[in-house]
């Protein structure tokens, strides 16, 4: 960047269903995004028109453009390691959609290096810039000590069928480049909000069960943190429709209790369309109190971090280690179908 107020210039890689959300955030934020690439050309132009870019079908018309300086890799779950590394290795600061790769070794790997080119580097956890869920975070203090804690998920869906979004016959249905179902796609958001609210877990416990395809579908797991506190996570599909308090397909709900007092969020769905809310009932207070009123998007405010993080020159969202943490717990809670808890947990970093 040229001065204190100059934006990065700006790359997006792979425009399918997340890059709309992103697009559209980049739009609210007023971030400009240059160039748009996807080996579908169709998607390319389509994109391109929508953001006033330039549109190319090989990611090295981007990593190769030297006004790009940052990318935002929106690519299939098992394409985006190689597209990190490219773009790290041409010095670009990088936006990774979740999850990070679908091993934890690629993501230590790619964490690593990351570390070593100095290049910012954000995961798309974009829950930690949703109001609700944010809120939460910012009133932990008030209800401390912690005590219990919960981050359920149930969406309407196949139980014998699904084991994750998209139609079938899609990557996002093949373990193989997902790297898993419904708790890789959608789990791995609840991993991540999990360590932003309470730090790593020490201990897992639970099970998953695994559909047809051998994508799982639906788990029990109770973490065990320093100090003691407990955190249940908890996700199921249901044939069942009209859920939450939206009465859509979508519900989520984080509950967190303390001495002190008692946080919860819900959202009502993963795009944030419906508004997600927060209450807060302290133990000083005079009842149940919503946290908020209003609504902002939380794919234009993880990315307007993103760009003020490159202005820094440090990520101020979900870092590419927390990407790597979530994929590590990952691997550790596929194995959990064949043995019975605890499993330690061993960081590498
Ligand atoms: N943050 C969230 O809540 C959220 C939600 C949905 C998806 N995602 C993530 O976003 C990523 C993309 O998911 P999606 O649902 O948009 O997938 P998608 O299949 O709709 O889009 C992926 C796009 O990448 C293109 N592509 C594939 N390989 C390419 C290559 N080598 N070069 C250029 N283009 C290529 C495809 O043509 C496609 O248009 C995944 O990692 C997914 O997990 C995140």
Known sequence: MTSADAQPGIG???????????????????????????????????AAAACGARAVSEAGGIFGDSAIEAVIIALPNDAHYSAAMEALAAGKHVFCEKPLTTSAADSLALARKARETGRVFQMGYMKRFNPAFAAVKARLEQIAPLTTASLRLTVSGDPKLEGGPGTPGSWHSDIQRSGGGFLVHSGSHLLDLMMFYFGRPEAVWGSLKRDVNGNEYSNSFLFRFEGGLQVALQMAQTRAQGLGYAGSVWEEIVEVNGVNGRLTARGADWMGKIPARASAHLADGDGPKDLFTYWESQWAEELKAFVEGVRQGRCLGST????????????QLKRLEAEAGPVRLEYAL
Do not use: K, P
């Open 12 to 46: 997006l890689i792979g425009c399918g269903v997340i890059s709309e959300c992103l697009l559209g955030g980049a739009s609210l934020a007023g971030i400009r995004v240059s160039a748009v690439c996807d080996s579908d050309r169709e998607r390319a132009g389509r």
């Open 320 to 331: 590419v280690e927390d990407g790597y943490r979530v994929d590590y717990i990952l691997d």
